[in-house]
């Protein structure tokens, strides 16, 4: 049996003629960029996920440049996030000439600690802005990162790449903060066909700016009131996207019961014993979104051994992410060692990512799982 880490075609073929038909649609009108297609898919995100303003752009990378030149963050600047997400996050503050200053994760839930924010932000001059990141799709602490952003007076901004649709008790993941962006990378929850993304955000003003920002710093035509960039984002990807997102919390529903059918069929197992399934954080709270499960892992000190014989046996896994960040090469320059962030730098030896999607059969969980009891025995 093979089992694939995601199939896109799974969720492709019911949907065929629908995307077929808001392409063509695109191809008729030949408004091609950004365009009605774009500001329909923007109102609908703005809805979903419950902030005011939407503005659509290239990829959820662009989305978090444009917002930090938009906010004026550059040299001299720090900014606090996680060492343990998606390159991006700490890679758009670098380029901007400002400095990442990284936190480390509560490794029971693979998001920044808040207590280890408020110890950064104590010792760290010229913060801009502090970046959780809902990894895998389920919240960070939004609470208590809340109080503690309103305390020390620096905005919450939000990398919710990995989680649209999902549900803390303060709000949709990327409108609790000042703003917030979604990456629609072909592989996420919600899939471009292409690249894509978008910021979200409560302010007006902000808002405006960003749509500035996105094409060139323009207001007005070839008047040029910022130095923006080509953010854009294609008709094509908005009208794919808009057709997608109605969908949403019913893919976001199946990969909720597929972890649970993961847990389930790990403790018939007795697998619990030889690794942590990270527990669900709100689970409390009554929201069934609380995590999406964009990704679904589990960790061992056995990781490699595991994945290589779960490869063998035509499973797929991935790893996200092998190196956190304040260890990659080309943040040498900030200082940092092995040591800095250990439970970061212990996620990153011990977590693997397990197939998880929608369509994914009982089967198919079913084979994983009986390959990864045999493993361990
Ligand atoms: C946490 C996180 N931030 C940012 C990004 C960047 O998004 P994109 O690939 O759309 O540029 C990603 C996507 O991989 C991500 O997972």
């Known amino acids: 049996m093979q089992v694939p880490l995601l199939d896109l075609r799974a969720q492709y073929a019911p949907?065929?003629?629908k995307f077929l038909a808001a392409i063509e649609e695109v191809c008729d009108s030949q408004a091609l960029v950004l365009g009605p297609k774009t500001e329909a898919f923007e109102r609908a995100v703005s809805e979903y996920c419950g902030a005011p303003h939407a503005i659509g752009c290239s990829s959820g990378t662009d989305a978090q440049l444009m917002l930090l030149m938009a906010l004026g963050i550059g040299p001299g600047d720090a900014v606090i996030t996680t060492p343990y997400t998606f390159f991006a996050t700490a890679s758009c503050i670098a380029r901007l000439g400002a400095r990442p200053v990284f936190a480390d994760i509560d490794p029971a839930t693979y998001n920044i600690c808040p207590s280890s924010v408020e110890a950064v932000l104590k010792k760290t001059k010229n913060v801009k802005a502090i970046i959780p990141v809902h990894l895998y799709g389920c919240c960070a602490d939004m609470a208590a990162l809340k109080v503690i952003a309103e305390r020390y007076g620096v905005p919450l901004l939000e990398d919710a790449a990995q989680a649209l649709g999902a549900q803390h008790p303060l709000g949709g993941a990327g409108s609790i903060g000042e703003a917030g962006w979604f990456s629609f990378y072909p592989t996420k929850n919600l899939g471009a066909f292409g690249d894509a993304g978008m910021v979200v955000c409560r302010d007006e003003a902000l808002a405006a700016k960003l749509r500035a920002f996105r094409n060139h710093?323009?207001?007005?035509?070839?008047?040029?009131?910022?130095?923006g960039g080509n953010f854009r984002i294609d008709a094509i990807q908005s009208a794919v996207l808009h057709v997608k997102l109605p969908h949403l919390d019913t893919w976001s529903a199946g990969r909720r019961a597929r972890a649970a059918t993961y847990r389930r069929l790990f403790a018939a197992a007795s697998l619990d014993r030889w690794f942590v399934n990270p527990v669900e954080p709100w689970s409390g709270s009554g929201l069934p979104n609380h995590h999406i499960y964009n990704q679904f892992i589990v960790r061992t000190p056995r990781r490699d051994e595991l994945r290589a014989c779960l490869g063998a046996s035509g499973i797929s896994t991935e790893v996200y992410y092998p190196l956190p960040l304040h260890l990659q090469e080309c943040?040498?320059?900030?200082?940092?060692?092995?040591?800095?962030?250990?439970?970061?730098?212990?996620?990153?030896?011990?977590?693997?990512?397990?197939?998880?999607f929608p369509e994914i059969?009982?089967?198919?969980?079913?084979?994983?799982?009986?390959?990864?009891?045999?493993?361990?025995?």
């Open 331 to 356: 943040f040498r320059d900030l200082g940092y060692k092995v040591g800095d962030f250990p439970e970061s730098e212990r996620a990153a030896a011990e977590t693997i990512a397990l197939p998880i």
């Open 15 to 17: 949907l065929k003629a």
């Open 361 to 377: 059969t009982d089967a198919q969980q079913a084979y994983v799982v009986e390959k990864i009891a045999a493993f361990f025995r």
């Open 217 to 227: 710093g323009m207001e007005v035509r070839y008047y040029h009131k910022y130095v």
